[in-house]
Structure formats: C-alpha cells, structure tokens
Nanobody
Framework: QVQLVESGGGLVQAGGSLRLSCSAS????????VGWFRQDSGKEREFVAG????????YYAGSAKGRFTISRDNVANTVYLQMNNLTPEDTAVYFC????????????????????WGQGTQVTVSS
C-alpha cells in the first residue's frame, strides 16, 4: 500500500503562490490516480484537483481552474499542486489521497474514491 506525505503549506499573503507536494512511498506510485482535497474547520473535505495515474488527464474544481496546476513526476513519486493568486478562501488543510479506481473519470470529486490519505499540510492566506 502506498503511503502519502503532504508538504509545502504555509502562510502567504493574498495574491501569493505556494507549491504543495504529495510524496509517496511503498506500492507502485504510477498505478495510482491522486487527488488533492482541502478541508477547513467545520466543513466537509472538498475536491481541489486530481490527476490520472499516467499524468495524462487532470481534473479541477471550479475554484481552482486557472489558478492551480496539478502535475506529477512518477520517477520522483511525487504529485505537485502549484497554487497561484491565492485568496483567503483558499485557507484550509490540504490533503492528498490515492486511488486505483477504474471509475476515476466519474468519481474523482468524491473523497470516498481515495484512500491512504496523508496527514495534511496547512495553507493560510492572509488578506
């Protein structure tokens, strides 16, 4: 089973950028789709972006389109989330999860599609 560790979060001013990393160990990373989700206190876990196992095929939430870019390096066993033009509404704990679902095209926004979540990385955007 693959284990995931998120990193790269921090405190940034509105309009700034951060790059999150989701590093994997164990398993065969290239066989997993990966999704980034975020969760603010008292709210449900929310889909942000996803990428298919090959790296060809990406998905974005409406709030992320045009600002965030997901990519992966299967040699480095890492998925990245480049976040630009951040706003205070992006403040949350960001998690990555792995999926081997054959139905990722349909269910990529569903947190239940993913497992082996990391511990999360805090992103705080000040106004």
């Amino acid at each position: 089973q693959v284990q995931l560790v998120e990193s790269g979060g921090g405190l940034v001013q509105a309009g700034g950028s951060l790059r999150l990393s989701c590093s994997a160990s164990g398993g065969t990373f290239s066989t997993y789709h990966v999704g980034w989700f975020r969760q603010d206190s008292g709210k449900e876990r929310e889909f942000v972006a996803g990428i298919r196992r090959s790296g060809v095929g990406t998905y974005y939430a409406g709030s992320a389109k045009g600002r965030f870019t997901i990519s992966r390096d299967n040699v480095a066993n890492t998925v990245y989330l480049q976040m630009n033009n951040l706003t205070p509404e992006d403040t949350a704990v960001y998690f990555c999860g792995a999926s081997d679902s054959a139905y990722i095209e349909t269910y990529h926004k569903n947190p239940g599609t993913y497992y082996n979540w990391g511990q999360g990385t805090q992103v705080t955007v000040s106004s």
